[in-house]
């Protein structure tokens, strides 16, 4: 009896997550209140020599009669190591200003520039409700809010869902809208501005930055006035709607197509991110922050089906985006389960992901061309290809309690998107791959 | 010829569409899909776990959901 309960709750969270997504609740039994089911997990996620993260995620949910659905969800993420700031490397040591103004940094001689203080944690709450209106039409409706060192995020979304043709066929309208505020260190930088460099060539390499953080007579007064008379703060409005038809086809094989448009509008830059500006040789003449539009439309294309095998499930799925930084990209997902004897499942992940470069994307701005009025050196705005390759094992307990672990590796392959390097700047590696490893532990109960 | 091409392919599209009407099982057929690994959205925690690293590492986010990720890595 309780292996029911469980699995009737656990059919109910995968509704209600479809209905609050924005996707098609695809089937709904009658139920009677139930229990708390809480789905927990917790994932390392590690690159080599650069970031690497710590989150775990409580979920909790409960049906109270008649599929009248509440989740609940913490989300935590501790995040320490180094990112790429889109300088360029050279055959030199190079020294930047940490992004506070207080101390500087060194990078060795070809080699890319990482900023190494990147670390931040982050909590997220999530509430949705999700219930049925009135025969074959469902909604719902849902928040959340999100605090890190130096950013804020609050949203609030709505969703409803028509079921016809017997319940094979099931469109959905959702709509989000999130506001974001940002507090970058040290200010807000002004676009393609020049990076605040202190007038001594004396920066402290890392073990030494603690000391040169806490000395006054350290700052130059026209370099401090750069930091006091950036804004403290800004803001993002992201608005998105999603339309949705899930299409059962057979007895073995579900369907579902999505259509997502997404606006924002505000501060969509990277405070962190800076172009290096090179002479005609290739050597760097200036470092400047990046800089781009204001606004943001993205068009996403999502294509998913699952097909019953005797002994698992395929799942693939396609995704087109399209946006007006005139950026495209594809996505090509496959997850196959494989049932491995009566209650465990071993399932190997494929994804295959490709991008096309923002129209303002720069690997480096040359000093004897005019500035433009956008550019940013972000490789995750320029070309690249990924890949993840996973394999998940997960079993269910004699008492209704499921785990699971899963190990995935990551890579991404940036690519020159049809740049002339100066010479100096052939012998870098401008585009170094990123490697990294997922591990993640599941348990619910 | 383009717009030969994007006739085709609305045709093909509505036609789908159109044709899910007769497309479906019965009720009592629905074993198979009612099984909780057949959810469309099967594994939640995985796949926000999943949208928040690559939201983080690549340019593209959403489709599935909505695209808003709610944090400072992008």
């Known amino acids: 009896m309780q292996l029911t309960k469980k699995t009737n709750i656990a059919a109910q969270l995968a509704t209600a997550t479809c209905v609050l997504l924005g996707s098609a609740q695809t089937h709904a039994a009658p139920t009677t209140s139930g229990e708390w089911q809480f789905d927990t997990a917790i994932l390392y996620y590690g690159e080599t020599d650069r970031v690497s993260l710590v989150e775990g995620v409580v979920s909790a949910t409960k049906d109270f009669g008649d599929d009248h659905i509440f989740n609940g969800k913490i989300t935590y993420d501790g995040l320490t190591g180094a990112s790429a700031t889109g300088a360029v490397a050279q055959d030199a040591v190079q020294t930047f200003s940490r992004p506070s103004g207080k101390g500087g940094y060194q990078v060795a001689a070809n080699t890319t520039p990482l900023d190494d203080t990147f670390r931040d944690s982050r909590v997220q709450l999530n509430a949705n409700w999700a219930q049925p209106f009135s025969s074959g039409i469902a909604g719902g409706v849902g928040v959340h809010i999100s605090k890190e060192y130096d950013y804020f995020s609050a949203g609030l979304n709505g969703n409803l869902s028509f079921d016809f043709n017997q319940k094979n066929t099931t469109l959905s309208v959702g709509s989000s809208f999130q506001y974001d505020q940002i507090d970058p260190v040290g200010g807000k930088p002004i676009g393609l501005s020049s990076m605040p460099m202190r007038p001594y060539s004396d920066y402290d390499d890392d073990d030494e930055q603690s000391e040169s953080e806490n000395s006054d007579e350290f700052y130059d007064s026209a370099f401090t006035t750069q930091y006091q008379s950036r804004e403290k703060s800004a803001d993002k409005n992201t608005l998105d709607v999603l339309v949705g038809l899930t299409q059962v086809l057979n007895r073995r094989t579900i369907m579902q197509v999505n259509y997502g448009l997404s606006v924002a509008d505000g501060y969509l830059n990277d405070p962190y991110k800076l172009l290096s500006v090179v002479d005609t040789t290739g050597v760097t003449q200036d470092i400047v922050f990046e800089e781009r539009p204001d606004t943001r439309t993205k068009h996403n294309i999502f294509w998913q089906t699952k097909y019953a095998m005797n002994n698992g499930v395929v799942d693939v799925s396609y995704r087109y985006m399209q946006d007006d930084w005139d950026i495209k990209s594809h996505t090509v997902e496959s997850r196959l389960r494989f049932n491995v004897g009566e209650s465990g499942y071993l399932q190997p992940h494929f994804r295959y992901y490709r991008q096309g470069a923002a129209e303002f994307y720069r690997p480096f701005l040359l000093a004897n061309e005019a500035l433009p009025e956008y550019a940013s050196a972000d490789y995750r705005l320029g070309e690249m290809t990924a890949y993840t390759l996973g394999i998940k094992y997960g079993q269910k307990r004699a008492n209704g309690d499921a785990w699971a672990v899963r190990l995935e590796y990551y890579q991404q392959n940036p690519q020159n998107a049809g740049f002339a390097e100066p010479e100096a700047l052939q012998q870098q590696d401008l585009y170094p791959s990123i490697k990294a490893m997922v591990l993640q532990f599941n348990y619910s109960f | ?74």
């Open chain 2, 1 to 74: 010829m383009k717009n030969k091409m994007k006739l085709a392919l609305i045709t093909i599209v509505v036609s789908q569409v159109v044709g899910c009407a007769s497309l479906g099982v019965q009720p009592w057929e629905r074993d198979l899909l009612a099984k909780e690994e057949m959810a469309l959205n099967a594994e939640g925690v995985d796949l926000s776990l999943d949208d928040h690293i690559y939201f983080s590492k690549e340019a593209t986010s959403g489709g599935r959901g909505f695209a808003g990720g709610g944090c400072g890595c992008n």
